[in-house]
């Protein structure tokens, strides 16, 4: 209930026990009272001061209200203000919809406007052309009337020449019910189109109500902006790493550059997720013209999963490196999807391949390096080495199945023996490290010399 109203209930109440208590005053008399006016004139003061104090009361209870109304009041303007701004960003993000839906409706409408002229058209030289028979028919028959009595012979060959127009009147009106009927069919397809794209309109509205992101396609200037960003130069190749938040991107940077993580100019390594900020680091070799970009971990705080391609850029990268470490998420997925929107070439890595090998072993009862059976020890490796090869790539098969992307290579490497290649050192043990370099590097190099890019 409104202040007003309640207001309005209390107002009669107040001034009807105002009223009474007026009338119980009794009026001067110049006579004596009795012991009976002084009484009543008592009961009276009693019954104004009461009335005095309802009224007091009544007016305390009318300030709370007041105070409660304007506290309320207070509150729902709070409220419509924040309805105001979530509606004005619901109106920004349904007027880009409806832009891209107008320029979709007024493509499908301009086809059907083809179309129809090319049917009218079409039409319209069949009428005529069918005049002109009908025309030239009327005048033959004419001029055969006119012959008639003059000879059979010249009936027969009016008669001939009637039948030929005839004829040709059928195949002109055949013509024209076949140019009608491709007329309609391109009416139709375009009436379909239509349908389809208030379809693709109404599923978009419906998406964004639900509140699922609609994908974002940068603008030109986003462009311009993301490549002054990343400092982006036309005779460099620039690698992003990029992945869930610890998964070692820095570690491999690091190992692409060939440094160890505590060298000077070496990106920051930790447990928890150290880059907070993408950060550029030109290749230690002068003759590679190469750009490595260490990207913050997605799945944070920072950097949500949905947010993450758009938000990092990586559309203006010439490659991207998926790293992960664990488990191959669905923000790894997300940035494979995006990156083929952008022809961007893409390579999923596993890193930690030493420490994942050493935990599979320890699960099948090896005790640790002082454990004296080299034997043993060799055959557990294998076999474990084996079996960590043979689970990671099913399991990213699967899961870019489960996502409609083609298959492709998972790159299984230990940032250690990674760092001995770039070094011109032998490594002990390899799986994927060789492979990878040669990969990238050769990628580099043909877009480069094809002059693919961003």
């Not at 409660?68 to 105001?84: F, I």
């Not at 009327?138 to 010249?154: F, G, V």
């Not at 002109?172 to 239509?194: G, I």
């Not at 009862?365 to 060799?378: L, N, Q, S």
Request: neutral net charge.
């Amino acid at each position: 209930m409104g202040f007003f109203s309640v207001l309005a209930r209390c107002v009669p109440t107040v001034l009807s026990v105002a009223s009474s208590v007026l009338g119980l005053i009794p009026r001067p008399n110049k006579e004596n009272p009795s012991v009976a006016g002084v009484q009543a004139r008592q009961d009276a003061e009693r019954e104004k001061d009461k009335a005095i104090r309802d009224l007091q009361s009544v007016n305390d209870r009318i300030e709370e209200m007041k105070r409660k109304y304007k506290e309320e009041r207070e509150e729902a303007d709070a409220r419509q203000e924040k309805l105001k701004r979530d509606a004005a960003r619901t109106a920004d993000d349904m007027e880009r919809m409806k832009a891209q839906m107008k320029a979709q409706t007024d493509e499908a409408i301009l086809a059907a406007n083809r179309a129809e002229a090319r049917a009218k058209e079409a039409a319209n030289d069949a009428k005529e052309e069918v005049a002109k028979l009908t025309r030239e028919a009327r005048e033959a028959r004419e001029h055969t009337q006119k012959i008639q009595e003059d000879a059979q012979k010249a009936t027969a060959a009016a008669m001939e020449m009637a039948e030929k127009a005839q004829r040709a009147a059928d195949e002109q009106r055949r013509q024209s019910e076949a140019a009608k009927a491709r007329a309609e069919e391109a009416a139709r397809k375009a009436a379909e189109e239509a349908k389809k794209a208030n379809e693709a309109k109404e599923e978009a509205e419906r998406r964004l109500k639900e509140g699922i992101q609609p994908v974002v396609t940068p603008t030109p200037a986003e462009l311009a902006a993301a490549k002054r960003r990343i400092q982006y130069r036309a005779d460099c190749f620039h690698f992003a790493v990029a992945g869930i938040s610890g998964s070692g991107k820095s570690s491999l940077v690091n190992a692409f550059r060939g440094l160890r993580s505590r060298q000077a100019g070496a990106a920051a390594v930790g447990i928890t997720e150290t880059t907070i900020h993408m950060t550029r680091y030109p290749d230690d070799n002068p003759d590679n013209p190469f750009v490595w970009y260490d990207i913050p971990g997605a799945g944070t705080l920072r950097c949500r999963d949905w947010q993450y391609f758009n938000d990092q850029g990586l559309y203006v990268f010439d490659c991207i490196i998926v790293l992960f470490d664990n488990r191959f998420t669905m923000t790894d997925v997300a940035i494979l999807v995006n990156a083929r929107r952008f022809n961007i070439p893409t390579y999923i890595v596993r890193s930690k391949a030493d420490q994942h090998i050493s935990n599979v072993m320890m699960d099948m009862g090896y005790e640790g390096d002082d454990e004296e059976d080299v034997e043993r020890r060799d055959i557990l490796y294998k076999a474990a080495r084996k079996q960590f090869i043979d689970n990671t790539r099913k399991s990213v098969k699967d899961n870019l199945e489960d996502a409609n992307l083609p298959n492709q290579r998972v790159y299984i490497v230990s940032n250690s023996t990674l760092l001995s290649i770039v070094l011109n050192r032998t490594p002990k043990k390899t799986i994927d490290e060789v492979d990878l370099l040669n990969d990238l590097f050769n990628e580099a190099y043909r877009r480069r010399r094809t002059g693919q890019g961003v």
